[in-house]
């Protein structure tokens, strides 16, 4: 059968809108506190955000430019953008109809969000109080008429429209910003037991007549614009590159605009009249039937007092193994040491680079950061080591969307603290995740090397979950010189010992890797791969995983967010499932195993199978050379593929549906991983070796 057919591939951008259905669903699952639910709303909001900004961004523009090109999938630019209104709009309506049910929910918790006039007398005198003296000063009417153009409202910010009457037939049209510096959700006092909040956005509206004097208001309607937020940086030509990616951050709100949202109850008149001023078409208007932007809600389930309505607090835990360390670099040239976050603290590699600041034998210190927490302890580390006269080199990326300005602050910096500082390669972004050590031992020099899947951000790393490998072997540590030697100089890629490199041969490794699983599958030998992703989109990549599996290769792909290939295709993907795990924690780590014959091979890796990874960023795969680390992280693989839980299965028709509990006991993958950091911080776990089943295969 022809592999290259549409029918096989699942577009982008509608894969992506599914992946967010699943975060939404997840506000749905009533085993989950209340306040965890109400949090993947927020997420879903916030997601959405994102992908309008960017992604619906991007296609608009490609409209404008009259790009008639089609995707895998065999859509149009314009079937694209159609499709995703469609599914989009769904997804909305169906958020908001959790969210009125979850806001519901609270009241029994004596949790209300309410409205201005259900309150007591004694506490509509305080919010009348609370405008007049907190709200009123910072807002400003900003009148819409001849003199008065449509004004330039920035991207995401919040406003209300209001329609005027003076006389019996004059109308005009006012907008207020409703203020971010302010609390979004105004708690009232005094409400005994219950704690009752109102939408601030609720009270200007109630209030706001005392604005409009010698006018009735006729009508007052909530939205919301979002804005492209895609940067566009001429690497070539820029002089000085922090400066470009300066300028074009203060490009990113005054974008055009792609989505208005409003709320369901807007009249003709205001409706047409935004539509006009954000020059947008019917379908790029969402009516919200409940609050604009969802996303409020991240701060609101932090409230206080609520513990029992929220997740029993995770605590990261210290393997034993390095409890007992005296000497973390001695434990290390043992062996290398891998780290399962956030099951596993994060802090012994943050403390990786704060005693290599301290420590007088370190020589040098080299870092990739993409991001970082805005106030970082490894950042401070780095800055401490340098102003000890170490020489610490850093790799940022500025370009890392959306932490740009971010980034650009702590770059500043380390290079005041005396850092050398570089941006990388020129129209690559560097995704790569490494740290190296340089140590004086003796009559020679040691190199300690980290690597891992996920970012050097102590924050994120609570909630995302990676795995992080330290090693001291030799060939890493020439690997991790040569490739910050290539970041830093005009050297070119070298032939490496264990690393494999994007954009230099990466996809090629992976596509060596596949062809050799396929031959021993037609050998007669088990043709086996799995690989952990967060987006498998790269049609190269896909074409040649539906060759293998049509060469005999059983295929299993954990996913967990955009997945353009599609599983149990009779002569094609008979042989590949699909998995998608959605949970408490962010699934972030990305792993490749390989049968090989019978000698198995694990590879850990920065990159998602996506073009963009594989020709555009700098990124790293490498080998697990360790026969624990490896054994460890096949069983991880094991784990996750008999995940009942919080696994979704992909179908043909590219649906995803949660698997049947009957045949097998609830396993949740996510609590598995923390019980075991759990029984490893109290003693060194059995020899993997003795706990390691055959790989989970069901029947496809």
């Not at 590699?349 to 370190?362: C, E, G, T």
């Not at 609570?462 to 991790?480: E, H, M, P, V, W």
């Not at 970041?487 to 990466?506: E, Q, R």
């Not at 996510?670 to 059995?686: G, H, M, N, W």
Request: proline share 4%.
């Amino acid at each position: 059968m022809e592999l290259d057919r549409p029918e096989h591939f699942i577009n982008r951008e509608l894969s992506w809108l599914k992946f967010n259905s699943r975060v939404m669903d997840e506000a749905k699952q009533l085993d989950k506190p209340v306040l965890e639910r109400l949090k993947f709303i927020a997420i879903t909001s916030s997601n959405l955000d994102e992908f309008f900004m960017i992604r619906v961004a991007g296609l608009k523009s490609q409209l404008e430019a009259g790009v008639n090109k089609f995707d895998a999938a065999g859509l149009t630019v314009r079937q694209q953008v159609d499709g995703i209104g469609e599914a989009a709009h769904e997804l909305v309506k169906e958020q908001y109809k959790v969210l009125r049910a979850l806001l519901a929910e609270l009241t029994q918790h004596e949790i209300i969000i309410s409205e201005e006039k259900n309150l007591p007398e004694k506490a509509r005198h305080w919010v009348e109080q609370y405008f007049r003296q907190t709200v009123y000063p910072v807002i400003t009417p900003l009148a819409v008429d001849a003199s008065h153009p449509f004004p330039f409202l920035a991207s995401r910010s919040l406003n209300l429209a209001v329609l005027l009457l003076r006389g019996k037939d004059e109308e005009q049209l006012a907008v207020i910003q409703v203020p971010a510096v302010l609390p979004r959700l105004v708690e009232v006092p005094n409400q005994g037991k219950k704690r009752t909040f109102l939408f601030l956005e609720d009270i200007i509206q109630t209030h706001c007549q005392a604005l409009f004097k010698g006018y009735k208001i006729k009508e007052i309607t909530p939205f919301r614009i979002t804005r492209n937020a895609d940067l566009t940086i001429d690497e070539d030509d820029a002089e000085d590159l922090m400066a470009e990616v300066e300028k074009s951050l203060r490009q990113r709100k005054r974008g055009d605009a792609v989505r208005l949202e409003i709320a369901r109850q807007a009249g003709k008149m205001v409706k047409q009249f935004l539509m006009d001023g954000c020059e947008l078409e019917d379908g790029d208007i969402y009516e919200i039937n409940g609050p604009i932007d969802a996303s409020c809600f991240f701060k609101f389930t932090a409230l206080s007092g609520y513990d029992h309505l929220r997740y029993e607090p995770l605590t990261p835990q210290i393997p034993a193994a390095l409890k007992e360390c005296e000497d973390f670099y001695a434990l290390i040239k043992e062996r290398d040491m891998l780290l399962h976050h956030p099951y596993e603290s994060f802090e012994p590699v943050v403390d990786f680079i704060r005693q290599a600041a301290q420590d007088p034998s370190v020589l040098a210190i080299k870092q990739t950061l993409y991001r970082v927490s805005g106030n970082s302890p490894i950042v401070r580390a780095l800055a401490q080591a340098a102003e000890n006269g170490k020489q610490v080199t850093v790799v940022v990326e500025l370009k890392a969307r959306f932490d740009e300005e971010n980034n650009i602050q702590w770059a500043r910096r380390l290079e005041e603290a005396g850092c050398h500082v570089i941006y990388g390669l020129v129209g690559l972004k560097t995704h790569a995740k490494m740290a190296l050590v340089v140590r004086q031992e003796g009559s020679g020099i040691q190199r300690y090397v980290h690597m891992g899947t996920g970012n050097y951000n102590d924050t994120t790393a609570k909630i995302y979950a990676d795995l992080s490998l330290f090693t001291a072997n030799d060939q890493f540590g020439a690997d991790a010189s040569a490739f910050f030697n290539m970041l830093s100089g005009y050297s070119d890629p070298p032939v490496w010992n264990k690393l494999v490199v994007a954009p230099f041969d990466l996809r090629e490794k992976l596509e060596e890797l596949i062809e050799r699983e396929s031959e021993f599958a037609e050998q007669g030998q088990e043709g086996r791969i799995i690989a952990k992703l967060n987006s498998l989109i790269d049609k190269g990549i896909m074409l040649k995983l539906y060759e293998a599996a049509s060469r005999g290769v059983k295929i299993d792909l954990i996913v967990r967010g955009i997945c353009g290939i599609r599983p149990g295709i009779e002569g094609v993907g008979k042989n590949i499932s699909i998995h998608s795990i959605v949970g408490r924690f962010l699934e972030h780590h990305r792993i490749l195993y390989l049968n090989n014959g019978g000698d198995p091979k694990v590879f850990l890796s920065s990159a998602d199978w996506m073009h963009r990874n594989l020709n555009e960023r700098v990124e790293l795969l490498f080998p697990l050379e360790d026969e624990h680390a490896a054994l460890r992280v096949t069983e991880m693989l094991d784990v996750m593929l008999r995940d009942n839980c919080k696994s979704h299965h992909m179908k043909s028709d590219g649906h995803y549906r949660r698997p049947e509990k009957r045949s097998a006991p609830p396993l949740n993958s996510q609590e598995e991983f923390y019980r075991q950091a759990k029984a490893a911080a109290k003693s060194a776990p059995l020899p993997l070796r003795d706990r390691v089943q055959p790989l989970y295969r069901k029947d496809i």
